[in-house]
């Protein structure tokens, strides 16, 4: 697992790609109606956001070989999720409902988030709670069937500044 953190914490310093429901950085003189925007999303749209990059990541596993990992657990947390995705084990050969289902409580919940490691590709995607979505160090090829995935899902790619 010392491998793989290591290696995770590497593709944390490259370039940041952000999924997001909007297609580019709100400018600054928008952000206090951009906030909320979110609210409203987050009320309305953070399910069907879950599903849809659940969708997506189960697409990109069609193409390219991927390792899932679950972050740390919160300190204080014990519950059943612990048993159904164990920290430091790789969860890819789950049945695709459970890694959906995975993906979709790392979105919807703030004690889980998801890891998708594309070692081949030298990529990853972060997931983690609410709209926090994000690729890593993504090839050319990867990022641009990346982007044709999260179109058709009414989604969109962009590169982040600063994250």
């Known amino acids: 697992m ?7 914490d590497k593709l944390f310093e490259t370039d940041c790609y952000v999924v997001d429901y909007l297609p580019q950085r709100v400018s600054k003189k928008m952000h206090e109606r951009y906030s909320e925007l ?10 069907k956001f879950s599903k849809d ?11 390219f070989p991927a390792e899932i990992y679950v972050g740390q657990y919160p300190e204080k947390y014990n ?3 612990i048993n159904k995705y164990p920290f430091g084990k790789n ?23 998801t890891i998708v490691l594309f ?8 997931i983690s709670s609410q709209f926090s979505v994000y690729f890593y160090n993504p090839s050319k090829k990867f990022l641009t069937l990346t982007k044709t995935l999260a179109q058709s899902r009414g989604v969109f790619v962009w590169k982040a500044g600063n994250k």
């Open 53 to 63: 990059i659940a969708e997506i990541v189960l697409k990109l596993l069609a193409y």
């Open 2 to 8: 010392k491998e793989v953190e290591e290696l995770i």
């Open 91 to 113: 969860l890819v050969d789950l049945p695709f409902e459970k890694i959906a289902k995975l993906i979709q409580k790392s979105i919807r919940k703030g004690h889980l988030s």
């Open 38 to 47: 979110e609210d409203y999303f987050l009320t309305h749209y953070l399910d």
């Open 79 to 81: 519950g059943q999720d």
């Open 119 to 126: 070692r081949q590709e030298n990529s990853m995607l972060s």
